[in-house]
């Protein structure tokens, strides 16, 4: 786990020494009460308690332990001087080894494969301290503002799932799909200078990417230690982070982004150079992708460079009192994993040899890279809903409908294109995903439940959430979640002899790898 381990220390000094640096400042800067303060603290205190609503089968674990334990503090520094602003924020994470963590961690140990790792520590994924934010803003002529330094640039217009957000990845090591994007996103060293064009109503943004940032902070982390949060049938199971793609380290990457007014619509045209997000990627020992995988490891995780063009239109129709937004975007030359277990005409059944057995599924993925380009559609309407009469809400309920389509071009059945390292899975030549979003407020909107439901229409998978925030009082937020997966899998665990205890079975959607990582979780916040 030295990937995960590396930086801690350091990075836990410089949060220590950067915000000790702005409370002194913050402190100095209030000595005259009559001054405006050019210095603003705040933050947050935040616990959380979740509990799996599952039976987990890597663990034979019942449904209702409790899972997590976590402790958060957050403290950002803002000055808004007017010649210049800056902003210092830090993240400290720590958590409590429930028991389910360590069946976790003595499966890696002792139990889960033909190579345990008696070193494995569960609580290395969690316990962490971290930047999330310093850089320094100036305007140094009219109408245009430079940003430089460790942020987070948002793009796109869509909910749940990245279609052009795509400069920055997530970290999903700690909650996938059930933690806040601000909360997951990665934050990049960045040159960001945005450009206003009043004669045109539009502004043009460029982002420059010097390629400084650790590999750890470029692309998705998702859970690949052997975590909580790891897709069916790989809880306990442990790989470390390499991501091996020399050219993301020392190069330049960079995105542009137009944004204007015209006809009453806001538009964008964006194109994004940098490092691919959306996914997991392997390169193997057994096809190599430009050059073998680095360490011992049968693979290592890579995130090449690719090129995705973007347009969306935000617009309210009057006619029928809604917000409707569109977006467009195509990916040139994706990268996806190939080959499935048990292997078909070519990839697997070529590449894997003695591997390519029924119960070893979960090499599959393992066996190359191939680029195609895809096309994703995205639709969204909003809309308020009068309901303080007929349900008491005090103001009106919201409705968000929003609908992703994505098509393979180019598609070649015998490509075998899987959907997730690890499953056998094939990606279909279209793929359909809707969500509905419903949120009520009550109580002058101090209590709020929320009720999501989405659908992968090509996998057959269906995810619930179902949630309520309370705010009580200037500091207190409280917020209670159920997250439900119900998706198409049939990975089971057995044991092999000589092999190991392996999962066997496939997986396909979100919804599927997700099958027993349902929850339930309360978390209380206090803010200054």
């Known amino acids: 786990m030295h990937a995960i381990q590396k930086g801690r220390k350091l990075t836990r000094s410089l949060i220590a020494a950067s915000l000790a640096a702005v409370l002194g400042g913050s402190a100095f800067g209030q000595e005259d009460k009559d001054k405006p303060k050019d210095i603003e603290v705040s933050g947050y205190l935040q616990v959380t308690a979740g509990w799996n609503a599952n039976k987990i089968i890597e663990t034979n674990s019942k449904s209702g332990q409790l899972s997590e334990l976590r402790g958060q503090a957050y403290l950002e520094a803002v000055s808004m001087n007017r010649a210049m602003q800056w902003k210092l924020s830090g993240r400290v994470a720590r958590e409590y080894k429930t028991s389910y963590l360590e069946r976790l961690e003595n499966l890696e140990r002792y139990g889960g494969s033909a190579s345990p790792n008696p070193n494995f520590n569960v609580m290395d994924i969690y316990n962490k301290g971290e930047m999330r934010e310093a850089w320094l803003q100036v305007q140094p002529f009219e109408n245009l503002n430079v940003k430089f330094g460790l942020q987070q640039v948002v793009w796109g217009e869509t909910d749940l799932f990245q279609a052009l957000d795509v400069i920055h990845g997530q970290n999903a090591s700690w909650g996938m799909m059930l933690t806040e994007p601000d909360e997951t996103r990665k934050p990049l060293i960045l040159l960001n200078s945005t450009l206003s064009v009043p004669a045109a109503d539009g502004s043009v943004q460029l982002v420059l990417r010097p390629g400084w940032d650790a590999y750890r902070n470029i692309g998705l982390s998702a859970d690949v230690y052997g975590g909580r949060s790891r897709p069916i049938g790989f ?294």
């Open 235 to 528: 809880k306990g199971w442990s790989s470390d982070f390499y991501n091996d793609y020399g050219d993301l380290n020392n190069k330049l990457t960079y995105a542009v982004r137009w944004k204007g007014i015209a006809g009453g619509a806001n538009y964008h045209l964006s194109y994004v150079h940098m490092p691919y997000v959306r996914n997991l990627i392997a390169n193997s020992v057994f096809a190599p992708y430009q050059h073998p995988p680095i360490g011992s490891g049968i693979a290592n995780w890579i995130y090449p460079v690719v090129n995705t063009y973007g347009a969306g239109v935000n617009t309210y129709v009057q006619p029928v009192d809604t917000v409707v937004t569109g977006e467009v975007v195509f990916t040139k030359n994706e990268p996806f994993n190939v080959g499935s277990v048990p292997g078909g005409p070519s990839s697997a059944a070529a590449c894997l040899g003695p591997f390519n057995v029924p119960f070893a599924t979960s090499f599959s993925g393992a066996c190359g890279v191939k680029r195609k380009n895809t096309v994703m559609t995205m639709l969204r309407a909003e809309k308020s809903i009068k309901t303080m009469d007929t349900l008491g809400t005090s103001s009106p309920m919201s409705a968000n409908l929003q609908i992703f389509h994505t098509r393979v071009q180019g598609f070649n059945p015998a490509d075998e294109i899987v959907q997730g390292v690890g499953y056998p899975n094939l990606v279909d030549k279209s793929s359909t995903f809707a969500s509905l979003i419903l949120r009520a407020p009550f109580m002058a909107d101090k209590f709020a439940p929320l009720f999501v439901v989405g659908r992968d229409f090509t996998n057959q998978g269906t995810l619930y959430i179902l949630a309520a925030d309370y705010e009580l009082g200037t500091n207190w937020r409280f917020h209670a979640e159920l997250d439900k997966f119900i998706g198409n899998s049939t990975v089971q665990m057995q044991t092999i002899p000589g092999v190991g205890y392996l999962p066997v079975g496939g997986a396909s959607g979100i919804p599927g790898w997700l099958g027993d990582n349902s929850r339930f979780y309360l978390r209380a916040t206090y803010q200054f």
